[in-house]
């Protein structure tokens, strides 16, 4: 059986959290898309780890670990997050790297930072990790598939035909130094040693599994609204964030994921540039809630980069789950909110002095305004309650209201950052 985790809003729902707390019950936890770039935030009994690369399930011992033919593999960045895990206490998760996945060079992440630099102002807010370089030349059809590391002949001609394309835009548009093609092959060379023990046929691994009846989670980076195509174009991310793209970045038939979990945060966060409707614009109130957010505040895992704060947003919820296909909805973050005396929540948008609750494209939506209804706050710490009905009157009343709008039935509450803080309602 396998199950999706994935973000309904713009990622930093605290899917790690709940694939994690999932993990404890799963067989192997598959991340099938996205790099580096974003991170997930996870306290257990071993400490607070921030993880870029590796799947949620490297704390548990029983859980296989696969990085999927979908993802940006930093090599690098893997084997660092490794051994910052195993250094702290964590045994040496069991991982596998599909022989299908592609690889972030670093010429990628060079061309990130040029076309940054190159577009100033009107950058994209990319975290400079190569994935839209690495992307583009995946789809280009010159990117470098971890099974072509180790044939070293075929490898060296691709090299230089890639060093062929690079340098011309690299002299003559960024004005910088150019790639050598001999340096290129021994660094991946050095990639070869690194992921050697690894490398496997994951997707062959994983229809294995399913046969012998082995649960499999799939874990989403970002969420919907930073779906290269259903999310908030251009200020996306280069790959899809949806869980339909699961069955492709894992290798998996389409129908065999039976459970999709939509992640969404209790108010609303987003990094970066990009139209954001429900934004809080008074900035004291939103230092506020910044500072209370998350744990330890919102601030990205990746870059440290303050997060923009506004509140729950059912538009673009609705929008984010449907197009997830949530069968189940995991709302997360709730404890934060206690401190407010009442709680906004938007419930449409206004363009053009109409009223709507449907997610616009990009340029309508950036004309948007957000319709507010106000709820009452609950005013207390609800961390370490585990049953719903023990929840205070006024907290139940705000996820049922929430569930009333998306139309998707809201099974998980987290109310704390740890992987006990979770109440499950049927
Ligand atoms: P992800 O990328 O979706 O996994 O999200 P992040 O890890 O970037 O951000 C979620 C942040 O919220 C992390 O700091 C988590 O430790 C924290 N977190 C997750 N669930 C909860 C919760 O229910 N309550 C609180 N206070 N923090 C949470």
Known sequence: MVKAIVGANWGDEGKGKITDTLATE?????????????????????GKFALHTCPSGVFNSNV?????????????????EIGDITGRGVPAPKLLISDRAQV?????????????????GKSFGSTKSGIAPFYSDKYAKIGIQVSELFDEDYLKEKLENICTLKNTM?????????????????????????????VADTSLFLRKALKEGKTVLLEGQLGTMKDTD?????????????AAFGAIGAGIPPYEIKQIIAVSKAYSSAVGA???????????????????????????????????????????SRYGCALQGATDVALTVLDVLGYLDEIPVCTGYEVDGQVTRDFPTTRTLERAKPVYEKL??????????????????????????????????????????????????K
């Open 230 to 242: 259903h999310g908030i174009y251009p200020m996306v991310t280069s790959s899809s964030t949806l």
């Open 26 to 46: 799963a067989d192997v936890v598959v991340r099938f898309q996205g790099g580096a770039n974003a991170g997930h935030t996870i306290k257990n009994s071993y």
């Open 376 to 425: 009452p706050g609950w005013k207390c710490d609800i961390t370490g309650i585990r049953k719903y009905e023990e929840l205070p009157e006024n907290c139940r009343k705000y996820i049922e209201f929430i569930e009333k709008q998306l139309g998707f039935p809201i099974t998980m509450v987290s109310n704390g950052p740890s992987r006990e803080d979770i109440i499950y309602r």
């Open 64 to 80: 296989t670990n696969i990085i999927g033919n979908g993802v940006a593999l930093n090599i690098p960045v893997l084997m660092k």
């Open 104 to 120: 972030v060079m670093p010429y990628h992440v060079k061309f990130d930072e040029y076309e940054e630099e190159r577009l100033k």
């Open 170 to 198: 690299l002299v003559h548009l960024y004005k910088k130094e150019p790639l050598d093609a001999g340096e290129l092959f021994k660094i991946c060379r050095e990639y070869a040693d690194m992921i050697r023990p690894y």
């Open 274 to 316: 990009g139209a954001f409707v429900s934004e809080i614009l008074d900035e004291k109130e939103a230092e506020e809630l910044r500072n209370r957010g998350g744990d330890g505040g919102e601030y990205g895992a990746t870059t440290g980069r303050p997060r923009r704060v506004g509140w729950y947003d059912c538009v673009a």
